[in-house]
């Protein structure tokens, strides 16, 4: 004879909104813990982690940096090659063109990186480049 007894299933109403909100409110409970708990680290654990990440991602960013000032940077040699007389852009035209141009570039700056919180960022920078190269 078992201590334990056999369990019983749970009588199904004949409404089916019923069994449905049963189940959502059970699965709503159910809290699933993918990753596993941080690591404890010593101090010089934590220091080597830093400098690592510090390697890693310095380089990189700082290409990123130099890459962007160059395209912000761009409009003022595209000003010396004939942009301005080539668009007729005189007098106050032009300062107000270029600011046109950083307003939109620091509006826009602020959803995209908010956006690439939300998408990964190797799908977000690929669809970046896709969507400028079929723009411009």
Sequence with gaps: MSLHPAPVAPALSKEPED?????????????????????????????????????????????????SYLDRGSIGNAKLQGLATQLDLTGDRYNIALTMFYLFYCVCTIPSNLLLKKFRPSKWIPGLALAWGIVA
């Design 19 to 67: 069994t449905l909100d049963t189940l959502i409110e059970t699965s709503a409970d159910c809290q699933v813990n993918i990753l596993p708990p941080p690591p404890i680290l010593n101090a010089e654990e934590e220091r080597r982690v830093w400098q690592k990440i510090d390697k890693r991602l310095i380089p990189i960013s700082t290409l990123l940096y130099l890459v």
